[in-house]
């Protein structure tokens, strides 16, 4: 008889049954052993018949494992990502905005982002640049929901710049967690306030004509006596109008019933009841001090009752400019004028051109038609050529440009309003003047004022030399802490600087907190609207011309550089203008070269 043979295992007891390689004590164990990693010795393989784990399996294969359902790189088992395994981690970041805490019942989708799929098709966002579902602007939901957080501070009627909120970073949030604004219960024995409707006959179109325009002054007196507004449905809709505009503008009581007092005045005042109020009427409020008439242009515009009759406001500057001339005079200055302004379409043919480039021209050569007219000169027919090059040889300030004169007389030659052009072949005198240095009393005394607001604007113009133009249209999203944005052009603002826009905003928020203007500088005027401030106000606000801050800033920079590329890139620039600066820095005889700083 033949002994058993023994375990292959142990080597001491014999084989459990025929076909076995193990004994009985033996078997159990090799059943329930884990068969370990050949190559990293610590992770199970990957399943029977393997030798080797998930994560040395890419290393053997030189490929990494992807998913077979969604074609993930993130292996879990079984050919599938945790996302697709059933018995994965069940918690997870959302597909689309990344938000924590979606399951895989709704396919990693938060229910916001679920509904946003259901509501919009496009694809690419246009702010992140991914390739996902986008709303109608264009953006995806957490670029949208980004800046929908910034804009928390403010009115919800502000217009979103997503792109600029999401210039930085992007804050993440937990899925499902954001609750939307419900409105308040109403009381049972509180009465519920219901807007009316507006009344669907007015404004009525027609335009009130008259036999003769007689002239209207308005006092007081006449106000107390006036009756209540012909329509009173027409009067209760612009009445919530009113208050519909204060709401969103962040009015106070007091401008509210300024605002309508003035309409109410307006519309008792009707030729034409129901018509559009003209904007000839509402001036007739200013004299009395009971109400705003650009406040109350306002809310007549946003109504819809509002007739624009203004005449433009380059002619009334034109004609306030040139009313003391002489007749004749004025009359040649008028011609060609209009033809700037309106082009002309018999010959002698001309384009109209832009309202800046009529502005410049006819500024350039005011000062010198005063003074030929001061002189006894009472037509243009008598200016001859020299008094042309006398008046190109006066001081730079009064020097008048020669693109200017020359456009003005080749018209009124062509037309025949003058006998012969004086300026044929008068060549340009380039622009000889030097940047000189500006008293810095002033300046020191404008950055070192109580006043916020001055010692902003002034530290801009003195330290970073921002135009006052830039200034004006500056935003409050382009101030970003140390940084600021004008244009393409990115400033790291100085120390000075900064501290004193944090006091100017600190000031804006307590004088303002509803204002909803974006604007970085807003004022009494402006505070209650969307439109800048003007230039005018920083000159009267600063008390020195910004354009002499910026100069002398410009100049500072170019003693201490001395390179012309530099002031191009550094202040916006161009080349002739920088080259004119760094020439005023060369050691000559007949100015000032030593460098000083504006500086605090």
Known sequence: MTQPALCDHCGLRPVGYLGRDGCWDCLPRQRTQRQICTHCTVNPVAYFGRDSCYNCVPRQRRAALICKRCGSSDHYASGLCHRCHRNAALIDSCH???????????????????????????????????????????????????????????????????????????????????????????????????????????????????????????????????????IPALADALRHTVNDHGDRHGWSEDQRDKTWRGIRTLLALQDAPGTRIAWSDTQLLIPLAISSAQSVIEVLTTAGMFRDDQPPPLHTWFTARTNDLPDPIRHELTVWFAVLRDGSTSPPRRKPRHLHTVRAHVTNVLPTIHAWAAAGHQSLREITRHDITAALNTHDHQRPAVASLRSLFSYLKASKQVFSNPTTRLRAIPNTTTPTPAELDPIRAALHSTDPARAALTALIAFHALRPTDICNLPLIDLDGHHLHVGDHHHVLADAVRSRLTTWLTERSHRWPNSINPHLFIHERTAGRTRPATTDWIALKIGTPPSTIRQDRILDEAFATGDPRHLCDLFGISIPTAERYIAATRPTDNHFTHPRSTGS
């Open 96 to 230: 689309d905005c990344h938000a924590w805490g979606t399951l895989r019942r709704n396919k990693w989708l938060c229910e916001a982002c679920r509904g946003w799929r259901r509501r919009y098709t496009n694809t690419g966002c246009s702010s992140c640049g991914r390739t996902i579902v986008v709303n109608e602007r264009g953006c995806c939901r957490l670029c949208t929901r980004q800046a929908t957080i910034l804009n928390r501070p403010h009115p919800t009627h502000r217009t979103l710049d997503v792109a600029a909120s999401n210039r930085l970073a992007q804050q993440l949030f937990f899925a499902d967690l954001i609750l939307k604004k419900r409105r308040p219960l109403t009381s049972p024995d509180e009465a519920v306030t219901v807007r009316n409707a507006w009344p669907r006959r007015y404004p009525i179109d027609a335009v009130p004509l008259a036999l003769f325009d007689s002239p209207r002054q308005l006092d007081h007196d006449i106000v107390g006596r006036l009756g209540p507004p012909p």
